[in-house]
């Protein structure tokens, strides 16, 4: 939502908000560019009536803001409803979907299309280091989204990414998530089976070869153009001669042509993947091979995706977004893979409704196994009990439910040239910037 509001200023409108927890990295974006924001529901945020009240997904029946909008009869729409009929209808959409890496490729591509001088517009669910805003209207041709498949608001249940209608689809990888609304990985795929009906004959399907959920939702369907990406030899863009160490440097093989060398300053396979399918994008829309890896070699990354937030005393934080056991395990992976025997302390909120639910309990485990330490922070509001892993981990790893109590042990405990990665997708009470601040 702050992307799209980013988006209706630069079409010149005024803009305020409000949102029960506003933190790091959105809320200082939005400072920075006179969006007022209210912490908080209260309905008189909404005098003088606005002349149109834009709701996010997290709303829902009995929220004081929605029922003063229901009741006073404002004009109200969805975020992607709006975006679709102000800027996208005019645009050759660009759709970036899947349940992990969108954030990240998005990133990718928009700087991609902006170094070789698209001037797209984009909408990011992030903020790269590498772009000015994580919104922009753009002045070309090209507008590129995350896409995203939770629903769209309390009074349209379809995914967000049906509003979207894109030209160019890429779909990452396909996996169960958001059991809050979400019954099973079939619900998911049916979501998907309605996206891909949207994309137009003469446009294209970007996806991974090995991942046996998107094949599945295309043998279900697909009208469009499909190219493939991996390190199957059966790709039509194959991932070879990958760094064994970091993975930041492989090479690209197209179809009857000679392997391009690549290089990234982004940590792990996954990343890998993602610069790989952003990459192929760029090719769709008419980018050299050649120069949209040569812009690929000056992106730095997006925050809070493995973002070092800073050395103390030989001791590096990170800061990771990953709440799924995928993610999670990937960004391990990558770390692992980088400081070699060094130890990695891992600090994860399980905060993700899906999490919370309990639904990948019997996954997080092996996710936090490249992890030589962990911390678990437990709510009581959370239906899962992470115990029982610290039963199973022989005491390396802990649970606790002060954050206070997590940082007096970090600070206690690690020593020079470990690795502390904080994951959660939340604000996790600021406990970065106090770590660091303690550590010193």
């Known amino acids: ?174 996996e169960f998530d958001h059991a809050d609304i979400f019954p099973n990985l079939e619900a998911i795929k049916h979501q998907f089976h309605h996206l891909i009906r949207t994309v137009p004959g003469n446009g294209t399907v970007i996806f991974p070869t090995g991942d046996a959920a998107i094949l599945d939702v295309l043998k279900r369907g697909c009208w469009s153009r499909q190219t493939s990406f991996g390190m199957s030899s059966s790709a039509d863009c194959q991932i070879v001669d990958l760094n064994e160490s970091s993975h930041t440097r492989f090479a690209l093989r197209l179809r009857n042509h000679q392997p391009v060398s690549v290089r990234s300053s982004l940590l792990g396979t996954h990343n890998a993947f993602n610069a790989t399918a952003a990459i192929m994008a760029a090719m769709q829309v008419g980018v050299p091979l050649h120069d949209a890896v040569s812009a690929l070699e000056s992106f730095t990354g997006v925050k809070r995706r493995l973002e070092v937030l800073g050395t103390v005393n030989n001791i590096t934080v990170y800061d990771d977004f990953a709440h799924h056991p995928t993610a999670i395990r990937a960004s391990l992976d990558a770390l692992r893979a980088a400081v070699g025997t060094d130890k990695i302390i891992c600090v994860l909120e399980p905060r993700s409704n899906t999490m919370r639910l309990g639904m990948h309990a019997p996954l997080i485990a092996d996710a936090l196994k490249p992890a030589d330490v962990t911390y678990i922070y437990h709510d009581s509001g959370s239906r899962w009990d992470p115990h029982s892993i610290v039963e199973a981990d022989s005491g390396t790893c802990h649970v606790l439910s002060s954050v206070d109590e997590i940082i007096k042990s970090l600070v206690t405990h690690a020593r020079p040239d470990d690795h502390i990665v904080i994951m959660s997708n939340g604000g996790f009470a600021n406990i970065h910037a106090r770590l660091l601040q303690e550590l010193g």
């Open 1 to 174: 939502m702050a992307g799209v509001a980013e988006i209706a200023v630069q079409l010149g409108h005024r803009v305020t908000g409000c949102d029960a927890n506003v933190y790091p990295p959105m809320s200082t974006f939005l400072r920075e560019r006179g969006i007022e924001i209210h912490e908080g529901y209260a309905a008189d945020q909404l005098h003088p009536a606005p002349d149109i009240v834009l709701i996010g997904n997290a709303l829902s029946r009995g929220n004081p803001a929605v029922e003063h909008a229901l009741n006073e009869h404002l004009p109200y729409t969805s975020g992607p409803q709006w975006l679709a009929a102000e800027v996208l209808s005019q645009c050759h959409v660009i759709a970036v979907s899947g349940t992990h890496g969108k954030t990240t490729t998005t990133s990718i591509l928009a700087f991609i299309l902006e170094q070789c001088g698209l001037d797209p517009g984009y909408l990011i669910g992030g903020i790269a280091q590498d772009l000015a805003r994580p919104a922009c209207l753009g002045g070309g041709r090209y507008f590129i989204i995350e896409a995203d498949e939770y629903d769209t608001a309390f009074f349209d249940k379809r995914s967000k990414f049906v509003h979207y209608r894109p030209d160019t689809l890429i779909i990452n990888n396909l």
